[in-house]
T-cell receptor, first 111, second 110 residues
Framework: AQSVTQLGSHVSVSEGALVLLRCNYSSSVPPYLFWYVQYPNQGLQLLLKYTSAATLVKGINGFEAEFKKSETSFHLTKPSAHMSDAAEYFCDNSSASKIIFGSGTRLSIRP | DAGITQSPRYKITETGRQVTLMCHQTWSHSYMFWYRQDLGHGLRLIYYSAAADITDKGEVPDGYVVSRSKTENFPLTLESATRSQTSVYFC?????????FGPGTRLTVL
């Protein structure tokens, strides 16, 4: 069955520190994987997407994610956190017939 | 303005009343979606539409009705609102794989 799991509902890092948000998926077909960001009182915006062209995907705002088939993971990273990165992040595992969002990870940034 | 809009942005209603949430997109995207967002549940798909006059159920369709007579509009109706339908509702559209989300409607059912 198709699914996506985000590990950690809340992650807190210091400004300038590495950001790592975890996403694991299961899919019987090659997955389409996405990361979206949601700022307070706004809708979701696409950060980046994996569609089998390259395993390391670069997105907006300095974020990137690596598709690891052996680990069924698509973790989101950013080398140096900025205060403006504070938001909720959603991993999405979609196919033509099914759309599955993770439950979200709230990222807090400590000054 | 181009993009995807939702109205109203905030709505308070009473149990048993009918409520319609509007969604409009200017891109002529084929696919449109309705989600609800609740704490601890993330986003859950209510209904989606692949084209005008084609709609299908998502994960949590009970208590909701949709229609899509025109490509650009995808209204969501709660025929008899219940307190459990208090939530933030997001509409989205897509042409291929990326979804574009509206700003959301915060609905409170008293």
């Amino acid at each position: 069955a198709q699914s996506v799991t985000q590990l950690g509902s809340h992650v807190s890092v210091s400004e300038g520190a590495l950001v790592l948000l975890r996403c694991n998926y299961s899919s019987s077909v090659p997955p389409y994987l996405f990361w979206y960001v949601q700022y307070p009182n706004q809708g979701l915006q696409l950060l980046l997407k994996y569609t089998s062209a390259a395993t390391l995907v670069k997105g907006i705002n300095g974020f990137e994610a690596e598709f690891k088939k052996s680990e069924t993971s698509f973790h989101l990273t950013k080398p140096s956190a900025h205060m403006s990165d504070a938001a909720e992040y959603f991993c999405d595992n979609s196919s033509a017939s099914k759309i599955i969002f993770g439950s979200g990870t709230r990222l807090s940034i400590r000054p | 303005d181009a993009g995807i809009t939702q109205s109203p942005r905030y709505k308070i209603t009473e149990t048993g009343r009918q409520v319609t949430l509007m969604c409009h997109q200017t891109w002529s995207h084929s696919y449109m979606f309705w989600y609800r967002q609740d704490l601890g549940h993330g986003l859950r798909l209510i209904y989606y539409s692949a084209a005008a006059d084609i709609t299908d159920k998502g994960e949590v369709p009970d208590g909701y009705v949709v229609s899509r007579s025109k490509t650009e509009n995808f209204p969501l109706t709660l025929e008899s609102a219940t307190r459990s339908q208090t939530s933030v509702y997001f509409c989205a559209s897509s042409e291929r794989d990326t979804q574009y989300f509206g700003p959301g409607t915060r609905l409170t059912v008293l």
